[in-house]
Every structure is written in C-alpha cells, then in structure tokens.
C-alpha cells in the first residue's frame, strides 16, 4: 500500500509563496498520474492541478491557473507543488494521491494559512 506524506505548508501573507513536497512510499509512483487536492473548512476535497506520469500537467481549477506549478521526480518518488501569488482563498489542507486518488491512500495532508 502506498503512502503519502506531504510537507512544506505553513502561514504565510497573501501574494506570498510556498513550495509544497509530497514524498511517496510503500510503491514505486512513476507509470501513475499524480495530483494535489485541497479541501477548505465547510468544502468538499477537490482537485487542484494533476500531472501525468511523463510530466504534463493539467487543472480544471481557474482560480489557480497561471499561480501553481506541478512538477515530479520520478526517480525520488517526489511530486511538488509551487504556489505563487497566494490568496486567501487558498486556505485548505493539501493532499497529494494519484489521479484520480485512491480513496484508501489519503495522507494527513499539509496546511496552507494564507492571511495577513
């Protein structure tokens, strides 16, 4: 069973930026395609931005288009997500999983607090 960890979250004031890490275990991830969901207080997890195994990355999200960047190392085990110019709105717990996840694989996720 594989097994997600992500880190990298934290406080930081809106236009600001993080880089969040997602290291995977338990399995080798490289022929899947991964994503970053995110789930906000009162909202159902949602899907953020999704890579494919050779690295192309897609979102139905427009309010992160042209702010967050996806990226994977295969040979690490490791998916990131760059997130620029930080809103409020962006507050969630993010998780990574393949996707579409595997609903027995949710990690702990990693917090984002993005206020002033």
């Known amino acids: 069973q594989v097994q997600f960890v992500e880190s990298g979250g934290g406080l930081v004031q809106p236009g600001g930026s993080l880089r969040l890490s997602c290291a995977a275990s338990?399995?080798?991830?490289?022929?899947?395609?991964m994503g970053w969901f995110r789930q906000a207080p009162g909202k159902e997890r949602e899907l953020v931005v999704g890579?494919?195994?050779?690295?192309?990355?897609?979102t139905d999200d427009d309010s992160v288009k042209g702010r967050f960047t996806i990226s994977r190392d295969n040979a690490k085990n490791m998916v990131y997500l760059q997130m620029n110019s930080l809103k409020p709105e962006d507050t969630a717990v993010y998780y990574c999983?393949?996707?579409?996840?595997?609903?027995?694989?949710w990690g702990q996720g990693t917090q984002v607090t993005v206020s002033s």
């Open positions: 999983n393949r996707n579409p996840p595997d609903g027995r694989t």
């Open positions: 338990g399995t080798i991830f490289s022929s899947y395609a």
């Open positions: 890579i494919s195994w050779s690295g192309r990355s897609t």
